[in-house]
């Protein structure tokens, strides 16, 4: 939905498209709900949406990640028939960008998608791999089982979710400490 007036892209959700939302949320947690708390959630939604931008804000971001997967997309089936284009080895990537990788894994880590408990977490962007680089401290010792079984784990959870990251590699650095390495997908 675009307005031609000022070249702006604009998005609408009706009120019943809200609610429909919001009731398919209750349905896919399986949360039997009261009228009362629909019309809490339903107001949390609304001011969140209309009040605060919070949505805007988090859409424009996901916009631009879309945008940069289809340039992506769009170069690596189109570069070869223009005459000359010059691709250095290194790519700079946005700090946005990044920023949303280092929340997105951070979400994953704390998820209680995973049995598993970490008491520490450190991450960093290594450029010239490119690759984030995700050590996990635990208070129980791993071994190769339990580190199959979280990179299993984690390949599931990404496949069911939206996001711009691929698990690259698992490894053990001590008795209670693993490396995770996650690419960019974009």
């Known amino acids: 939905m675009s307005n031609k007036e000022d070249g702006k892209i604009e998005m609408f959700l009706s009120p019943e498209e809200l609610l429909q939302i919001i009731g398919d949320w209750f349905k896919a947690k399986r949360i039997y709900y009261s009228d009362e708390m629909f019309y809490d959630y339903n107001n949390m939604v609304k001011d969140k949406i209309s009040e605060t931008n919070e949505m805007v804000a988090y859409l424009n971001i996901k916009i631009q990640e879309k945008v940069f997967q289809w340039l992506s997309v769009h170069h690596s089936n189109r570069k070869d028939i223009y005459q000359k284009v010059e691709e250095k080895d290194e790519e700079l990537v946005p700090a946005w960008f990044l920023q949303e990788r280092f929340k997105e894994i951070e979400m994953m880590i704390s998820s209680k998608?995973?049995?598993?408990?970490?008491?520490?977490?450190?991450?960093?962007?290594?450029?010239?791999?490119?690759?984030?680089?995700?050590?996990?401290?635990?208070?129980?010792?791993?071994?190769?089982?339990?580190?199959?079984?979280?990179?299993?784990?984690?390949?599931?959870?990404?496949?069911?979710?939206?996001?711009?990251?691929?698990?690259?590699?698992?490894?053990?650095?001590?008795?209670?400490?693993?490396?995770?390495?996650?690419?960019?997908?974009?």
């Open 113 to 186: 998608f995973f049995s598993y408990g970490f008491k520490d977490i450190a991450m960093e962007y290594d450029s010239v791999l490119k690759h984030f680089i995700v050590s996990l401290f635990s208070d129980k010792e791993m071994d190769e089982m339990s580190l199959s079984v979280l990179s299993s784990d984690i390949q599931a959870y990404l496949e069911n979710q939206l996001t711009l990251l691929k698990l690259e590699e698992t490894k053990i650095l001590d008795d209670k400490q693993i490396e995770l390495a996650f690419s960019l997908i974009w």
